[in-house]
């Protein structure tokens, strides 16, 4: 999941060095949601891990 939004991060780069700036807008929005959605999967799985004794 990280890897898609350093994808959606990269493509807003391009797109706005490009001159897209809708575009860059949406790519980088859907790269800040899924970086999200990436920190509170890993903080429930750290959580899970620490609670089963690693």
């Known amino acids: ?12 780069i ?3 060095v ?4 809708g575009l860059a807008i949406a790519f980088a929005q ?4 899924l970086f999200y959605i990436f920190l ?6 750290l959580i899970l891990g620490f609670s089963r004794g690693w």
């Open 40 to 45: 509170v999967v890993l903080v429930i799985v």
């Open 30 to 33: 859907i790269a800040k949601i």
């Open 18 to 21: 490009f001159g897209f700036g």
């Open 1 to 12: 999941m990280l890897k898609w939004a350093l994808i959606f991060l990269i493509l807003a």
């Open 14 to 16: 391009i797109a706005a």
